[in-house]
């Protein structure tokens, strides 16, 4: 009986299957894949809104004003400067400012890749991101008109740091109002808590009381 049935098993075993197997430990690092993307992106999202964030781009802002203030006084010879130094100055001067202005686009472009087709919806954020680009590229791209173009920079620096203070306050006022609605759902709950308490207790009282007039 052994020998009979062992060539059935070998056939058996030899037969090929097309039933394909799915690796769990495979799709749950898929899984994990996903998962650690959506968690990466939740979290830049939320450093992106953080008033920490908006306070570090208002400094490197103003920084970068600064910076285009001084070429343009240099530049005009209404700051003195030596004549040997005037050039490394510059030099150093557009070197910080395209530096920095480098780190704006990088941050624009993080945002279109966290926000993606929402992004487009918020306009001031697209107007900044415009504002960021042409900044950019008059930095980058040398112009007959040194001073209109360092003029134009300025005001759109000035007015990346208004659009960033009202954003500040905006963030500020809702989250204010966040707070104040959480607090105030909390109160109501409370109140619910202590009139179920209350009957509760009332309850309790008219056992003891019925208790007490038994005996």
Request: glycine content about 2%.
């Amino acid at each position: 009986m052994a020998d009979a049935s062992s060539p059935m098993q070998n056939a058996d075993k030899e037969k090929p299957t097309n039933i394909e197997i799915e690796d769990p430990e495979e799709k749950q690092r898929q899984e994990w894949r996903w998962n650690d993307w959506d968690s990466i992106s939740d979290n830049i999202e939320h450093i992106l809104e953080t008033h920490r964030f908006h306070v570090i781009v208002i400094v490197f802002v103003v920084l970068d004003v600064v910076i285009v203030t001084l070429q343009l006084l240099i530049d005009h010879d209404i700051i003195k400067v030596d004549h040997h130094k005037k050039e490394h100055i510059e030099h150093g001067l557009h070197a910080t400012s395209i530096a920095i202005l480098a780190l704006f686009v990088v941050e624009l472009m993080v945002k279109l890749a966290i926000f993606k087709l929402q992004f487009f919806k918020k306009y001031f954020e697209v107007f900044d991101g415009i504002v960021v680009i042409i900044s950019f590229v008059l930095d980058v791209i040398p112009t007959s008109d040194s001073t209109a173009a360092a003029e134009l920079v300025i005001l759109a620096r000035l007015w990346r740091v208004a659009r960033i203070i009202n954003g500040i306050i905006l963030s500020i006022t809702t989250a204010k109002e966040e707070e104040i609605g959480k607090l105030k759902k909390l109160n109501q709950k409370l109140e619910e808590d202590n009139t179920r308490l209350r009957g509760e207790l009332e309850a309790i009282n008219k056992k003891l009381e019925a208790l007490t007039c038994d005996d």
